[in-house]
Nanobody, 122 residues
Framework: QLVQSGGGLVQAGDSLRLSCTAS????????LGWFRQFPGRDRLLVAA????????YHTNGLQDRFTISRDNAKNTVWLQMNRLKPEDTAVYYC?????????????????WGQGTQVTVSS
């Protein structure tokens, strides 16, 4: 089970940190990803990280503002979002992929957090 926290309503230029904590299973067996979903669209990868936290992927265009990290001792993955823009407004999801690596394809993730709304006002 993945439980998300963070999110909410912020102003453009603000920062937010999303958290996702897992229970059950061995956290380090999973690659992890953060996705976002705009209304009527498929989920889009924002960032992903391998089991160790040493290999990470950030979607082109977001890597200078968003950072994924994880702490296996805390069973938690974070998404740090800086200099937020109104176009970042979306529902954000964390997800776990049963592999030591990560996947860029949201359909390959087996477990999902409940989603959290991030709204950035201009």
């Amino acid at each position: 089970q993945l439980v998300q926290s963070g999110g909410g309503l912020v102003q453009a230029g603000d920062s937010l940190r999303l958290s996702c904590t897992a229970s059950g299973g061995t956290f380090s067996n999973y690659g992890l990803g953060w996705f976002r979903q705009f209304p009527g669209r498929d989920r889009l990868l924002v960032a992903a990280v391998d089991w160790s936290g040493k290999r990470a992927y950030h979607t082109n265009g977001l890597q200078d503002r968003f950072t994924i990290s994880r702490d296996n001792a805390k069973n938690t993955v974070w998404l740090q979002m800086n200099r937020l823009k109104p176009e970042d407004t979306a529902v954000y999801y964390c997800a776990a992929y049963f592999s030591g690596q990560y996947s860029l394809n949201w359909r390959e993730y087996q477990y999902w957090g409940q989603g959290t709304q991030v709204t950035v006002s201009s």
